[in-house]
C-alpha cells in the first residue's frame, strides 16, 4: 500500500471512493465528497491523502483548518476518511490517520478535532474534553488530540464547506421558497427532512404546523438559495403591504 498526497488526477477518484465509503450509512447525508470539494475550491484543504494499492485508490483523508473561540490558532479538523468498502478492515483507515497526523505533527501544528467513535479514535491519542466543544454535538463523540501542553477552552468551528445540505433537503427547501406566505408554510412536522431543517434552525417552527425561513441562517449552508429565499420574502412582504398586488395575487391563487 501506498500513502501520498492527492494529485489533480485523483480529484475525481477520490470523490466516487468518497461516496462509496459513505453510501450505506444511516448517519451520512452523502455530502462528504461535496465537503472535500469545497474544501480544494476554498484552499481550504491542507491534507489530502490518498492510499493506492496496485495503482487503484482504495482511500482518502482530509485535514482542514478549524477556528477555537478562545483564539487558539493552529488546530485542524480530520475527516471526511474513506475507505472503499471492499477495502475496509484492512488498517487502511488507520494508516490514512497516522500519515496524516504525523504531517501535522511535523508541520509545528497543534491540535487536532474530529467527529468519531472514542473506542475508534481513543489509539490515536483523541480524547473528549470538557471545556473544548462543537455546538450541537454530543461531548462523547467530539474529540481532540493536543500536539502541545495546552488543551484550548472554547468553542470549535469547522471550516464553512462543512455546512452541507443533502439534496433531499435542498428539494424541501425549494418547495418552502415556491410555496412561501407571509404566516408561513403548511408542512409535515413528522417529515424527518423537516425536522432536520428546523433542527438547523433555517426553518424555523410557527403554531398550527406552520414553518417560517431564516435566509440567514440558510446562507450559512447554501448562499444561493438564500438568495432566492430572501428575494422571494421581500417581495411576498411588498405584495402583502399593497392592497392591489395583494388581490391580484392572492385572488389568482
Request: net charge negative; glycine share 8%; hydrophobic share 40%.
Amino acid at each position: 500500500m501506498i500513502i501520498r498526497n492527492e494529485e489533480p488526477s485523483d480529484i475525481d477518484t477520490i470523490a466516487e471512493v468518497t461516496k462509496a465509503a459513505f453510501k450505506d450509512y444511516s448517519y451520512s447525508q452523502q455530502t462528504e465528497h461535496l465537503t472535500i470539494h469545497d474544501l480544494r475550491v476554498a484552499g481550504a484543504l491542507t491534507i489530502s491523502l490518498v492510499s493506492e494499492i496496485g495503482g487503484q485508490v482504495v482511500g482518502h483523508i482530509a485535514l482542514s483548518p478549524v477556528t477555537i473561540s478562545d483564539g487558539t490558532t493552529n488546530w485542524y479538523g480530520l475527516g471526511p476518511v474513506s475507505v472503499l468498502p471492499e477495502y475496509q478492515g484492512h488498517r487502511i483507515g488507520t494508516a490514512l490517520v497516522n500519515s496524516g497526523l504525523a504531517l501535522l505533527k511535523s508541520s509545528n501544528s497543534n491540535g487536532i478535532v474530529l467527529l468519531g467513535l472514542p473506542t475508534y479514535f481513543n489509539r490515536f491519542g483523541f480524547w473528549s474534553y470538557p471545556q473544548l466543544i462543537h455546538e450541537g454535538t454530543p461531548q462523547e463523540v467530539f474529540v481532540a488530540k493536543s500536539l502541545v501542553e495546552r488543551v484550548p477552552n472554547g468553542t470549535v468551528e469547522f471550516h464553512q464547506a462543512f455546512k452541507q445540505l443533502s439534496i433531499i433537503e435542498k428539494d424541501a427547501i425549494a418547495d418552502v421558497i415556491i410555496d412561501y406566505a407571509i404566516a408561513g408554510i403548511k408542512v409535515d412536522l413528522a417529515d424527518p427532512v423537516i425536522g432536520s431543517l428546523i433542527q438547523k434552525e433555517i426553518l424555523t417552527e410557527m403554531p398550527d404546523g406552520k414553518v417560517m425561513m431564516r435566509p440567514s441562517v440558510l446562507a450559512e449552508y447554501d448562499s444561493y438559495f438564500a438568495q432566492v429565499s430572501q428575494f422571494r420574502a421581500t417581495e411576498m412582504s411588498r405584495v402583502h403591504k399593497n392592497p392591489i398586488l395583494a388581490a391580484v395575487t392572492y385572488g389568482n391563487g
